[in-house]
């Protein structure tokens, strides 16, 4: 079967806007074409009266790059201008965004509400560390609205994650920021998944918008970083609560690599989009697997705000298929998580279970077994096509 383009209008016209807004280079002496790195500690002052005005926060200067620097800078200025935000935070880790933004919001005694799917070490944050500092999470079916709206009452934050890890759960973000909104909580939303080129929910209402930056963003599986985009307020708020005391910093050598991502970023999703879609449909078509996991097959309202589709899918496959052996004879999918690189990745559930019992949202909110998932990467749709039907035909119980 040959492969056909599944890029839509839609998707089209988002990659060329996000072209457009990362072709606005910041200037920089001599006019390189890529800008400097500033690998630095500290920044010094000509005289007392330009480091009082810069203590004094006037100006653009710098101090310490615990706290701020320019390249780390201009990575959160092209991500809040993608997210349509006013400010951006950027962090050594999405965990550190994920846990540095809660934190700035949550105080003890209050409560989070959060989507039962959302990403797994976020999860554990949620179930380990904050019952430490009195703060509770209600899990909620972020796919049913009524359902997340009546949870809201009494809550100071709802953390959505849309579509969401593993089983690719959309939630109707627009109405829920609205709901949440109107009852004075605040939205926080993991958008690793769509990037802010397919998805801006900050644009539909959602205050705070974070990132696991190692994925797309990035973009070459060599950097783990993470970033978050809002209103100048909710950012100072961050930049006053948690970030500089919790200390997860971004380097300036990864906000450099970061950068380097976003110039290809719209041109890597198109690929990762058209040649997921590819594979997608061939799966489905296919005798053995019984369901596929992709916001694509999705009536969800919540579908509404997803201008494109990036290339991470979740499938499942029936009892015939021994999943270990199916495993190992894949040649292009290699065995890893994380996503959003430039390579094809594959994680079974069976064998990610087993890491962490008791504390997995997998077992808890019923992630079947035989669920498996994909990272389509930048290689030939076709090939990667082949690897999979030839590990699947060869992998059938006798
Ligand atoms: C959806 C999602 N959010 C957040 C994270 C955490 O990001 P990081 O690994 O950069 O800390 C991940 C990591 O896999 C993820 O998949």
């Known amino acids: 079967m040959k492969h056909e383009t599944h890029i839509t209008d839609a998707a089209k016209a988002a990659i060329e806007a996000a072209s457009l807004i990362l072709t606005d280079d910041a200037p920089h002496l001599h006019d390189p074409v890529v800008g400097p790195i500033y690998q630095t500690s500290l920044f010094t002052f000509k005289d007392f009266a330009e480091m009082q005005k810069t203590f004094a926060g006037e100006g653009q200067g710098y101090i310490y790059s615990r706290v701020g620097n320019p390249t780390v800078h201009d990575f959160e200025r092209r ?4 997210e349509g935000a006013e400010a ?12 540095s933004t809660v934190l700035s919001i949550v105080s003890s005694g209050d409560r989070i ?26 899990y909620v079916d972020g796919s049913d609205a009524d359902a997340v709206e009546a949870a809201l009452p009494g809550a100071k934050l709802l953390y959505l994650e849309s579509p969401s890890s593993m ?4 939630q109707d973000i627009k109405r829920l920021a609205q709901a949440a909104r109107a009852q004075g909580i605040t939205t926080v939303i993991d958008n690793s998944w769509a990037t802010p080129v397919f998805q801006k929910p900050h644009t539909h209402g959602v205050d ?6 190692s994925k797309y963003i990035g973009g ?37 690599l970061l950068i380097r991502g976003l110039r290809t970023l719209p041109f890597r999703l ?9 594979i997608a449909e061939r799966l489905r078509a296919h005798a053995h697997v019984t369901k596929i996991h992709h916001p694509i097959y999705s009536n969800h309202p919540g579908r ?4 494109g589709f990036t290339g991470l899918f979740t499938f499942e496959v029936d009892d015939t298929i021994d999943i270990p052996r199916f495993t190992d004879l894949l040649k292009f999918f290699r065995l890893g998580v994380s996503w959003g690189g430039h390579e094809s990745l594959i994680v079974p559930v069976a064998a990610s279970l087993a890491q962490t019992p008791g504390v997995n949202s997998f077992d808890r909110f019923s992630v079947s077994p035989r669920a498996i998932r994909l990272h389509v990467g930048l290689e030939d749709p076709e090939m990667l096509w082949a690897d999979l039907e030839n590990a699947l035909a060869k992998s059938i119980k006798t």
């Open 113 to 138: 509400v959060a989507v039962r799917h959302c990403y797994g070490d976020a999860y554990r944050f949620f179930e380990k560390l904050l019952p430490r500092f009195n703060i509770t999470v209600d």
């Open 220 to 256: 070459h599986s060599d950097t783990v970083a993470g970033v978050v985009a809002g209103s100048k307020a909710l950012i100072a708020r961050i930049n006053e609560l948690t970030h500089p005391f919790l200390g997860a910093k971004l380097s300036p050598l990864e906000a450099f």
């Open 167 to 170: 089983v690719f759960e959309l």
């Open 304 to 307: 509404a705000t997803l201008a």
């Open 270 to 278: 198109k690929r990762h989009m058209d040649s997921a879609l590819f």
């Open 88 to 99: 951006a935070r950027a962090f050594s880790s999405g965990m550190a965004a994920i846990s």
């Open 208 to 213: 705070l918008v974070l990132h696991s930056a």
């Open 79 to 82: 991500i809040a201008e993608l």
